[in-house]
Antibody, heavy 123, light 107 residues
Framework: EVQLVESGGGLVQPGMSLRLSCTAS????????MYWVRQAPGKGLEWVSGINWNSRTIDYADSVRGRFTISRDNAKNSLYLQMNSLRPEDTALYYC????????????????WGQGTLVTVSS | DIQMTQSPSTLSASVGDRVTITCRAS??????LAWYQQKPGKAPNLLIY???SLESGVPSRFSGSGSGTEFTLTISSLQPDDFATYYCQQYNSHSYTFGQGTKLETK
């Protein structure tokens, strides 16, 4: 059974940093591109970042580029999101998601989602 | 960036109804469109990809169609489990944008 379990969320002040983690199981992690998608409270979905299987292809939403860094450790079946210079508008539930295809290349749509980790940015 | 606009934002329907949700893109997305269902407190669930391909395990009452800039999600006979929020998403180009969502509620 495919499982994606996020952790690392919490309450932080504006300007601070946070690192999210996602631990994957039930599939061959390095066969897939992986992503972060977020959802502000009561709002819609926003793609945040994606990474291919060997970390050579990485992309970010304009709203987070330069502040967030995505990475992965295939030996640990883990995906990360380092979030710096956090803003109140970054407050959201952050989902770890898996690419639809097991090609390792990003296709940017998602067949499995974790349950999310909540990030709240507030003073 | 491509903008995705769903209509309606809210849809009231009854069990057994045939319902249709529309998603319009601000420019052609070459059929690279997915539909997701999200229930309260849960993660989204992929229903349809490539505009009309049904994800494995999704009931056949769900179908997708469209091309160019206009797409639809149809539920042929609404079931109690289908009351949820539905999102379209284009994956043709950066920033892989979602529609604002359509909440399907009980009439």
């Amino acid at each position: 059974e495919v499982q994606l379990v996020e952790s690392g969320g919490g309450l932080v002040q504006p300007g601070m940093s946070l690192r999210l983690s996602c631990t994957a199981s039930g599939f061959t992690f390095d066969d897939y591109a992986m992503y972060w998608v977020r959802q502000a409270p009561g709002k819609g979905l926003e793609w945040v970042s994606g990474i291919n299987w060997n970390s050579r292809t990485i992309d970010y939403a304009d709203s987070v580029r330069g502040r967030f860094t995505i990475s992965r450790d295939n030996a640990k079946n883990s995906l990360y999101l380092q979030m710096n210079s956090l803003r109140p508008e970054d407050t959201a539930l952050y989902y770890c998601t898996r690419d639809f295809y097991n090609s390792g290349s990003p296709n940017y749509y998602f067949d499995f989602w974790g349950q999310g980790t909540l990030v709240t940015v507030s003073s | 960036d491509i903008q995705m606009t769903q209509s309606p934002s809210t849809l009231s329907a009854s069990v057994g109804d045939r319902v249709t949700i529309t998603c319009r893109a601000s420019q052609s997305i070459n059929g690279w469109l997915a539909w997701y269902q999200q229930k309260p407190g849960k993660a989204p669930n992929l229903l349809i990809y490539k505009a009309s391909s049904l994800e494995s395990g999704v009931p056949s009452r769900f179908s997708g169609s469209g091309s160019g800039t206009e797409f639809t999600l149809t539920i042929s006979s609404l079931q109690p489990d289908d009351f949820a929020t539905y999102y379209c998403q284009q994956y043709n180009s950066h920033s892989y944008t979602f529609g604002q969502g359509t909440k399907l509620e009980t009439k």
